[in-house]
């Protein structure tokens, strides 16, 4: 019997605090892969940019809910999450002034990480 595939769940969150539920949507299913043992990277771009400062997590709200940061924190355990680099230029976000564990990058390395051999992409 052949071991099944080994995926990798790719989750792009587009929003922040401008889009709550959007935002936590996409927190929620990144943390849940990881929970299910998936291999999970969570991209945070545009306003979803700023959870990758420390504190601002803690600061989002949502009824019904898991908090955010602790979402954000059962991802960077387990999986990788990459805050976009123009979207953190934009917000004068560098690389020293991200949680530990998060990365900075690129469209190249989304676009290869979505593309890779049993990667599913989700945008929220």
């Not at 299913?29 to 929970?35: D, H, L, M, R």
């Not at 545009?46 to 940061?69: D, N, V």
Request: glycine share 8%.
């Amino acid at each position: 019997m052949l071991a099944p595939m080994a995926r990798t769940l790719v989750v792009k969150a587009t929003a922040g605090a401008d889009a709550p539920e959007r935002c936590a949507q996409a927190f929620t299913v990144a943390a849940t892969a990881v929970a299910a043992g998936a291999d999970v990277s969570l991209w945070l771009t545009g306003e979803s940019t700023w959870f990758a400062l420390p504190g601002r997590a803690q600061e989002f709200e949502l009824p019904h809910s898991a908090p955010l940061a602790e979402l954000l924190h059962v991802v960077l355990t387990s999986g990788r999450v990459t805050a976009c680099t123009q979207c953190a230029a934009r917000r004068e976000i560098g690389p020293d002034d991200v949680l530990p564990g998060v990365r900075i990058a690129g469209a190249a390395a989304f676009v290869e990480e979505a593309l890779a051999e049993g990667a599913q992409a989700l945008v929220y």
